[in-house]
Nanobody
């Protein structure tokens, strides 16, 4: 069964850090480009970080640049989103998404370009 499962969301104080995980099953993360999106209450889904299949190309939204980073553990078939210096405006449900592609150097920015989605994990930044 093809599946993405996020975990790691929590309540954290401003300035704190969290690491979100996105574990894939049914396919290898080496065959897909990855995107991280988030949706805050009452707002549209926002793409924050995209990475190409071979990790040669990466895009960070201005809202997270310098604070969030992505990494991949191929042995665990898991992608991680490290979030530092969290702000209240980072409060949202975070989703990872995967797109099957033969293109190794391109990332994808639109939600409708992705084939698989996780169920989301909630991050709340509050004191």
């Amino acid at each position: 069964q093809v599946q993405l499962v996020e975990s790691g969301g929590d309540l954290v104080q401003p300035g704190g850090s969290l690491r979100l995980s996105c574990a894939a099953s049914g396919f290898s993360l080496d065959t897909v480009a990855i995107g991280w999106f988030r949706q805050a209450p009452g707002k549209e889904r926002e793409g924050i970080l995209f990475i190409s299949r071979r990790a040669g190309s990466t895009y960070y939204a201005d809202s997270v640049k310098g604070r969030f980073t992505i990494s991949r553990d191929n042995a665990k078939n898991t992608v991680y989103l490290q979030m530092n210096s969290l702000k209240p405006e980072d409060t949202a449900v975070y989703y990872c998404a995967a797109r099957r592609t033969l293109v190794t150097s391109r990332y994808y920015t639109r939600p409708d370009e992705y084939d698989y989605w996780g169920q989301g994990t909630r991050v709340t930044v509050s004191s």
